[in-house]
């Protein structure tokens, strides 16, 4: 199993599409990402219908232990992306 890197997502959009050079491929992929990027920076939730929705999600603060010596650490609260799967994407996905 392989991962898809952006460039094979620009390189298919640019074979699928025969009037949209590499660049402009490439332009469009890139402003998706920044505005969704922006959203979630905003605490705005991002959906893309049949495939999910990204949000942030915010961990309390929470006591750690430290591996080596086993003592308490305070581990601060922090803010994380999360992505929740659409219906379509979950049926696709575990097709059996």
């Given at each position: ?6 460039s094979?997502l ?8 025969s ?7 490439d ?7 920044r505005?969704?990027?922006?959203r ?12 999910g929705?990204?949000?942030v999600?915010?961990?309390?603060p929470?006591?750690?232990?430290n ?7 305070a ?22």
């Amino acid at each position: 199993m392989t991962a898809m890197v952006k460039s094979e997502l620009v390189g298919r959009l640019a074979a699928q599409f025969s009037d949209l050079t590499r660049a402009d491929a490439d332009a469009a992929v890139e402003q998706i990402l920044r505005a969704m990027t922006a959203r979630l920076a905003e605490g705005d939730r991002v959906e893309v219908r049949d495939f999910g929705s990204f949000s942030v999600t915010t961990k309390p603060p929470r006591t750690g232990r430290n591996p080596k010596t086993g003592e308490a650490v305070a581990v601060p609260a922090k803010t994380a992306p999360h992505f929740k799967p659409g219906k379509l994407l979950r049926d696709v996905v575990d097709r059996d």
